[in-house]
């Protein structure tokens, strides 16, 4: 049985990073007119509250998107200073609260599934996959009363089983979010796998991978295994990482996580460009010591 429950970690760093990413990802998607189909993995509880016990036993949130909120004005525009991708992340937040029920102040945080849910159009198909009984029992909830022009689908089948079949979609435009809790070893194994049969089945689909960085040797492999595949297939990439601390990474001292990294296949070509814009200022909104660091490596053909 698993034990990961994402609510105790929603809104902290790594989930910025991922969900601005994402959010970057999916607008660049919508401006094209084809239809879009979305196959998240791992897709958790899809929402959360800011103001809950779960969320705030370990303060992560307070860490990560808190940190980030007295940006966004009341009539929830966001401060001109910031950088696009930033802006277009919290105006996204904000869009949602209003449209879903959270009103004016920011209090609930969507996962994964529900920010493809808010920003898909209604040709757009989201399909989401969740194991764990409970968040799977929240994720359908969440989905059924979502506020969505989408086809939101779910299953309870493991992600990396379930996602192979649905490729290519007949959209043949399509992004894949593999967002593991790596509780078991294999997950990193799996998302590689995972990344080689969407090469093989829908070449030019785009694939976003979150990992942690953390102090074992399949985390410290994983990055350069998905460049080796992406290079071999020809296929462009991005790679960013942002680390808020010192922590299990091999870089400084402490433990928790510190840093992790989103591995971006087929990006759109505006994410480079806002990547090194907004990441050297996550770094300074949210790093806690000086080994608050980012980096961004990409192979565009
Ligand atoms: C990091 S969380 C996902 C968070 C979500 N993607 C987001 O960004 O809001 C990982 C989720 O994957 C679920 N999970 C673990 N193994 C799975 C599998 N093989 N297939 C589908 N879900 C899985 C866990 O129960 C957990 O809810």
Redesign the pocket.
């Known amino acids: 049985m ?1 034990s ?3 609510a105790f ?2 809104g902290n760093h790594a ?1 910025v990073l ?2 601005a990413t ?1 959010v970057a990802v999916l607008q660049h998607l919508t401006q094209k007119e084809g239809a879009l189909s979305v196959v ?7 929402m ?1 509250r800011l103001d809950t016990s779960e969320a705030s036993t370990s303060g992560e949130a307070l860490e990560g998107i808190h940190k980030l909120l007295d940006q966004v004005n009341s009539n929830g525009t966001v401060n001109a200073s910031m950088p696009p991708l930033l802006q277009n992340y919290l105006q996204m937040l904000a869009a949602f609260n209003t449209r879903n029920g959270g009103g004016k102040t920011i209090k609930l945080y ?6 493809a849910a808010h920003l898909l159009r209604k040709k757009d198909r989201v399909m989401a ?4 009984p409970t ?2 029992r929240v994720l359908r909830g969440t989905l059924e009363q979502a506020q969505s022009d989408a086809n939101l689908q779910m299953d ?7 996602v192979t079949p649905l490729l290519p979609p007949v959209s043949r435009r399509g992004l894949v ?1 593999c ?6 070893k294999t ?1 990193y194994a ?1 998302v590689v796998v995972m990344l080689n049969e969407s090469l093989k089945r829908f070449a030019t689909g785009s694939v976003l991978i ?1 990992y942690p960085i953390v102090g074992r040797s399949e985390a410290h492999d994983l990055p350069r295994k998905l460049k080796n595949a992406a290079d071999k297939a020809g296929k462009d990439w991005i790679h960013a990482t942002l680390q808020v601390r010192a922590g299990s990474s091999g870089q400084g001292p402490g433990g928790g996580l510190g840093a992790s990294g989103v591995f971006v296949l087929n990006p759109p070509y505006t994410l480079k460009p806002q990547l090194e814009e907004a990441l050297p200022v996550l770094v300074k909104m949210l790093g806690q010591d000086k080994y608050a660091a980012q980096k961004l490596e990409a192979k565009i053909r």
């Open positions: 698993f990961y429950r994402h970690h929603a989930d991922k969900h994402l998240d993995t791992h897709a958790g509880a899809g959360y969507p996962g994964s599934p529900m920010i996959f969740e194991v764990h968040d799977h309870r089948r493991n992600g990396f089983e379930g979010i967002d593991p809790s790596y509780e078991l997950d799996d979150w």
